[in-house]
């Protein structure tokens, strides 16, 4: 053979895949020929047999008009990545009846690059390492007779610098199989690479996935260079104990491994159904009997970084901003690395603990505890000492009442016996205790619902960003058929320039939405008074399961479907709104405490003051002029005060007319909040109502969109329609998802709002005491038929 044969790298799944299905299209023949398909492939696995089923299958739909397939089994071969093998299978199908071989396979085109000719027809199906192979990308066709080769180009220098620009590692594990590793000399290839990043590098053969994750040692990154052979079990192991280990991984395979857990790769999801086309389209040139070393060789594919979000968040790495408009992204946005990660119960609980607002609220209830004990201490004696030093002019000092100098004691003793003035500041004060203990239940109710709102938007957020990544790839895929377009001559550079002014918007738009979600979880920790700045995540909400089981979505849509059951549902609302209200009970109690000011100045005033009082003093010296006897002398006096109040300057008068306006005002207050309740209760129900249309039409809405999407998308691929249609299909398509988005999510938060205007909420209430709420709803029901 004149030319070398290149050596390859390992086949890209899908490529694989998609070329094996292209290969039905060679066996078309204008008559019912017998088609003899030999099969030469590295390694058998579980994935590999489930894609030869689906080759024999499409090989079969597709030529079976007009030749007989036949797949012999013996003419099937594994060699396990030898080479020497591989070699020895290769010449038993040159040596068979099969009338065309199929090779897949690093270990595979190590033996077509050994070959001066090829006896039978030959289809070498993979992707090429630019970095160690001799190919000439520019070149086009294999230019070798019986041969040809359907391949992509990967780059290992272009992979490992992506790898270090989003790790910085200074050691990284390759890992490549054993069989490809004893065969290629690897070190000439990734010395001057690793050598070129200013880090090192440890090679890792292997021939399982044992052999790998025993070696993933003195490594702070890890490149799969190989591992097409790994079953999707295998690499989703291997990916949990990398990142077990807080090792970032990168992988020259495709986005499948990425999402079943690896960080990252430059092969981006590749378009099926154009390399679908394109193989096709080649087969059937071969058929035609153009020779196989005429036909195009190489499948464009734009190289892209895709990394899985949950893994580079699980592995604490940011991906620069400057990346995200060249960054595809995998995964649920799910924060698995946060420590703490909320439901909407946990979130309420920890909020009722923590939240200063509440805290400040409860120590109010503890100031009007001790207004209580203050108004009490009326009652309480009062016992005063006091002592007197005397000196008088000693021409006044007379015995035995003015000695000239004298030391005196007193003890005064007072007991308030009754007090209307004081029982009624008593019974004032528990009132007052009891409304605030009211309005503090109304500000944890409220401080329910805002915790509630911010799970919900914190959820929202979420669902934003996804779908915000979601749109950002579609624009991506729509600049690429527009630069297809553009470049086949179907459409004017202007499509081109349009979805790039369009790429850079929604990338902004997605950062934004980035931004948006940490804003969310900055709220949460605000008003759990924790660091703002602690990581976090909120559980998914979903209604009829966890903590929303009682949540009876079917059955609440059909109570407030029937216009015959909303309005008595409604009227059951009020009712239980108005009993449950702490608001109307913090009224309530003030009411009272005004109505006890208002007897006190008015019957209460006439009522007398009955108290004890009593005195005793003591003369401990005297001396002087006027000074009778050296020893001590005491008295004491004993008695009951009663008194009633005649004239205090009408101030009674004034105190009860400032009463009355009180209770006017709360009662004026009473009526507003219950008219305020049934406002909101019925506006509630209401947006109930909307919430449970919204759900409905959101799936209908959304499945529309997106078909009309691919419908148009694929008619702007061919030049049918405009690229305004696009845009507008796109953007209807991104409306319509985000609705269905939050469609349920504003569905429980509408809940979690009608239960605050009914002061109930279901949550934090046990099975039995919901159980009671609904048996109270059917006594109304029945009561009200």
């Known amino acids: ?63 079976g008009e007009d030749a007989i397939i036949e797949f012999p089994p013996e003419y099937q071969k594994a060699h396990n990545f030898r080479v020497d093998q591989a070699l020895t299978n290769y010449k038993a199908l040159l040596s068979s009846d099969a009338d065309i071989i199929l090779a897949f396979g690093t270990s595979s085109s190590l033996v077509m690059q050994q070959q001066q000719s090829f006896p039978k027809p030959t289809i070498l199906l993979g992707s090429i390492s630019e970095d160690f192979s001799a190919v000439d990308a520019n070149l086009r066709t294999s230019g070798i007779t019986n041969f040809t080769y359907l391949t992509g180009v990967q780059s290992f220098e272009a992979d490992l610098q992506t790898l270090h620009e989003l790790s910085k590692f200074d050691r990284v594990g390759i890992a490549i199989e054993q069989g490809i590793a004893d065969n290629i000399d690897l070190k000439s290839t990734f010395d001057p690479i690793l050598e070129e990043l200013g880090a090192q590098y440890t090679l890792l053969p292997f021939n399982s996935l044992d052999d790998l994750a025993n070696s993933i040692v003195d490594v702070d990154a890890f490149y799969l260079a190989g591992g097409f ?27 499948k491994d990425v999402e079943l857990g690896l960080m990252g790769t430059n092969n981006g999801n590749d378009d099926v159904t154009q390399i679908f086309r394109r193989l096709a389209l080649s087969i059937e040139a071969f058929v035609n009997d153009e020779p ?49 990660s909320y439901s909407l119960l946990g979130l309420i609980n920890k909020t009722l603990e923590q939240n200063l607002t509440l805290v400040a609220n409860e120590l109010g209830v503890q100031l009007t505890e001790q207004d209580i004990k203050s108004a009490w201490s009326n009652y309480y004696p ?14 006044v000092a007379v015995a035995p009442f003015q000695p000239e100098f004298s030391v005196d004691g007193n003890l005064n003793l007072t007991q308030t016996i009754y007090s209307e003035a004081a029982s009624a500041n008593i019974s004032v004060q528990k009132n007052l205790n009891q409304a605030q203990e009211a309005s503090f239940r109304a500000s944890q109710l409220d401080a329910i619902l805002e915790s509630s709102n911010l799970y919900f938007n914190a959820l929202i957020s979420k669902v934003n960003l996804r779908i915000q990544n979601q749109n950002l790839q579609l624009t991506k895929e729509n600049l690429r058929i527009a630069t297809q377009n553009f470049e086949a001559g179907q459409a004017g550079k202007s499509d081109m320039l349009r979805f790039e002014s369009q790429l850079a918007q929604n990338t902004q738009v997605f950062i934004e939405a980035v931004n948006q979600l ?32 009682s949540y009876n979505y079917e059955q609440l849509a059909e109570i407030l479907d029937n216009p015959e059951l909303k309005r008595p549902f409604v009227e059951f609302l009020i009712e239980e709104a108005k009993r449950n209200s702490p608001e109307l009970e913090s009224l309530a109690y003030n009411i009272k405490a005004v109505d006890r ?32 006897d050296p020893d001590p002398s005491d008295n004491y006096n004993v008695g009951v005060n009663v008194s009633v109040p005649i004239l205090d300057g009408f101030r009674n008068n004034i105190d009860k007319q400032t009463a009355l306006i009180q209770k006017e005002q709360l009662e004026v207050n009473t009526a507003n909040t219950e008219l ?15 919430q449970i249309a919204n759900i409905r039409l959101a799936e209908v809405s959304v499945a529309a969109a997106e078909e009309s999407l691919d419908l148009v998308q694929t008619s702007y691929s061919e030049g049918a329609v ?54 109270r709803f059917l006594e109304f029901m029945n009561a009200n038929d």
């Open 382 to 395: 009062v016992l005063t000492a006091s002592g007197t030093f005397t000196n008088i002019d000693r021409r």
């Open 676 to 690: 305020a309740i049934e406002t909101n209760v019925s506006v509630g129900v209401l947006n109930l109502i909307n």
């Open 518 to 549: 940490e804003q969310a979880f900055i709220r949460i920790n605000q008003s759990l008074n924790v660091p703002v700045m602690d990581v976090i995540d909120v559980d998914e909400a979903v209604i009829g399961q966890g903590v929303f089981e």
């Open 1 to 63: 053979m004149n030319r070398k044969i290149t050596r390859f790298s390992m086949l890209k799944k899908r490529l694989f895949v998609l070329a094996l299905f292209a290969w039905s299209a060679a066996s078309f023949a204008q008559q019912k020929e017998v088609v003899k398909v030999a099969i030469l492939v590295d390694i058998e696995t579980e994935e590999t047999v489930g894609y030869l089923d689906q080759l024999r299958a499409e090989i079969k739909a597709v030529v």
């Open 597 to 628: 000011t208002i007897d006190l100045n008015a019957y209460g005033r006439f009522i007398p003051t009955v108290a004890l009082q009593a005195n005793f003093n003591q003369n401990f010296n005297q001396w002087g002029v006027g000074s009778i």
């Open 292 to 340: 196989l070393e005429n036909l195009n060789v190489f499948v464009d594919a734009e190289r892209r970084l895709t990394v899985n979000f949950n893994t580079i968040d699980q592995l604490k790495i940011p991906v620069k901003y400057s990346l995200i408009a060249q960054t595809d992204f995998v995964g649920q946005y799910q924060k698995a690395s946060a420590p703490t």
């Open 229 to 255: 052979f790994l079953t999707d079990d295998e690499v989703a192991q291997l990916a949990q104990i990398l990142i077990a280990n807080g090792i970032p991984s990168f992988t020259n395979s495709g986005l």
């Open 722 to 775: 405009s690229i305004i249609q696009l845009i507008d299909a796109q953007n209807n398509y991104l409306q319509t998802q985000l609705a269905q988005a939050s469609a349920t999510y504003n569905f429980l938060l509408t809940a979690i709002q009608l239960e605050r205007f009914i002061s109930y909420n279901f949550l934090l209430h046990t099975e039995e005491e919901n159980n009671a709420f609904q048996q």
